[in-house]
DNA sequence: ATGTTATTTCTGTAATTACTGAAATCGGAG
DNA sequence: CTCCGATTTCAGTAATTACAGAAATAACAT
């Protein structure tokens, strides 16, 4: 796998952005580089390409698997694992809010519910009433995200032309 | 400003989710700090509440500042500067938003675009579409966040009900 | 079984990022 | 101008995170 100028320089930037938003910097590389590929990678071939330890590579991929957004596939003839990635933008975009959802936002209105809890425990007015609006508020997203989600791609694509028409819909 | 268990609770879980999220974690309590706070803080009161250095609060509070979060306010008879943060949570989710569409997506857009040129030039037809059909989709839905973000707070709430008949309005 | 190649785990190191405390600067008040 | 409190800057240090390379394990072929 050569990295040629486009694809150089989109697996770098990739990276960075991966950085600002909580992702390790090689982890982010990798999936770019394999979202770009022709066909499926193995893991010796990744760590060649991007110039990191073999080791790294492994682990990255580890992550990737845990997030769902890389497979393992195999190939005739050939005992090693390669790995491929989802080549749908807007699935894509569907795991990664799937799975942020999940590790962070549901546990973070738990905790904000219990907080809740303590302050009306503990006649803290202001606090509960404050924490209470930031959890509606983040169920409120998430139970939307969740009606969402479900519409299929083609769905999605006619809902983010429709940005006027709700608006005059809901009659601002 | 004593922490009191709810509020400690709430610190510090915010501050465990800007790490998650690519925000130093000083600077993600501080906002979670001001955000429950009954009246503006002053720099030190922050620093003694949380126990963290002075100049570390000073430099948080740039940062917060600089997402446009946090506004200094003055206190009558009092020389020093009094921060406070934006309380309304739909307000608050629309700036932080809006900043990160600025500051993230809407360069890697301009990225993705570079590098579809140069696929082009290079004649890479597989890396020309893949990262097209990427560029498509953060453009389409920047987009449609657009749209959105001009709607009330109101209108946002009804759009989160509104989920179901959404689906029923496509017709999926 | 033994050898061979692929993969993972683990430990030490490197790089980055966050933080502190001191010093410098700023900005009014007298 | 000089003083004094508030704030920022800066340089050194601490803590965290990412990474490489070695060692261990696994998976298969012979």
Redesign the pocket.
């Known amino acids: 796998m050569e990295l040629t100028p486009a694809i150089g320089k989109f697996v770098l930037h990739w990276g960075e952005m991966g ?1 600002r938003w ?6 982010a590389q990798i999936h770019a580089l394999l979202h770009i590929a022709p066909a499926p990678l ?3 071939e990744i ?1 060649d390409t991007l ?12 992550e990737l698997q845990g997030w769902g957004i890389v497979k ?1 596939v195999h190939v005739m003839g ?5 790995f491929e990635s989802i080549h749908d933008v807007w699935a894509l975009f569907q795991i990664i809010m799937d799975e942020r959802k999940k590790r962070e936002i549901d546990p973070t209105v738990a905790v904000l519910r219990e907080c809740v809890a303590t302050a009306k425990a503990d006649g803290e007015e202001l606090a509960q009433r404050r924490l209470g609006e930031l959890a509606e508020f983040m169920e409120s997203m998430s139970g939307w995200y969740m009606q969402v989600r479900k519409l299929p791609p083609s769905g999605w694509r006619q809902l983010a032309k429709m940005g006027n028409a709700i608006g005059k819909l809901i009659g601002r």
């Open positions: 950085t909580g992702i390790n910097r090689t982890v193995h893991a010796e760590a110039g990191v330890a073999r080791s790294n590579v492994s682990n990255s991929l580890k393992i050939d005992r090693r694992d390669h």
